[in-house]
């Protein structure tokens, strides 16, 4: 008897800024795809929570905190954010005028819409690096999810946020003894000594067993002050 096999649907294909970016369906999932490339899906969140959660235990106890989750993703880390109240104020930075529309009014507003609609919930659509160079805002915590890891980026661009340089503007941008957490879909020492090397201090990395393969990561980082 032959073998059946899922073929995904594809519930919307737009081409952004930066290339293409896809939202399909494959069985009971629903996946974002950039440029062939797969990023993420409906299928657990574990890691996405933890990569908030982590970085207010971080804080330990601080008033209100002000936490900005770089991309917005299946919204698994901004629905975790909001559904804290000890988060003062919830910023996401994504580029893709389509995963915001996907969340907005498409298949994903069934995760982030009590988010949305939270007072405390701020949607910036802006590149993050840019954003990074030119905010004047600061926050208690920085939760960024934007490539498979340091050494995995969706884009060539991207690179610079892990460098001495990228990580000094997200040392910029934090308040004094706040928490750069960052996700990746495998370990990297190396990026942990680029953490240390630019002035982070308790440099240390969570691991998020997945089922198969080498576990998910959070590193997390503390600007000094």
Request: proline share 8%; with cysteine.
């Amino acid at each position: 008897m032959p073998v059946s096999y899922d073929t995904p649907e594809v519930l919307d294909r737009r081409e952004g800024p930066y290339g293409e970016v896809v939202l399909r369906r494959h069985g009971g999932l629903l996946q974002i795809i950039a440029n062939g490339c797969f990023l993420m899906d409906t299928s657990d969140g574990r890691s996405e929570r933890l990569l908030v959660d982590a970085a207010l235990t971080v804080l330990d106890g601080r008033p209100a905190p002000h936490v900005l989750i770089g991309g917005l993703g299946v919204g698994f880390s901004l629905a975790h954010a909001a559904a804290d109240p000890r988060w003062g104020r919830v910023t996401v930075v994504e580029r893709e005028r389509a995963v915001i529309d996907w969340h907005l009014d498409g298949p994903l507003a069934d995760i982030s819409r009590p988010a949305l609609a939270d007072p405390r919930t701020a949607i910036v659509e802006a590149d993050l690096i840019d954003y990074v160079n030119e905010t004047s805002d600061t926050f208690d915590a920085l939760c960024l999810d934007i490539d498979n890891g340091p050494a995995w980026t969706v884009t060539e661009g991207n690179d610079g946020l892990y460098s001495p340089a990228g990580l000094a503007s997200c040392a910029r941008l934090l308040r004094p003894g706040g928490v750069l957490a960052v996700w990746s879909a495998q370990p990297s020492p190396k990026f942990e000594g680029t953490l240390g090397n630019a002035g982070f201090q308790q440099v240390r990395t969570e691991e998020i067993p997945v089922a198969r393969g080498v576990p998910d990561v959070v590193h997390l980082a503390v600007r000094p002050g």
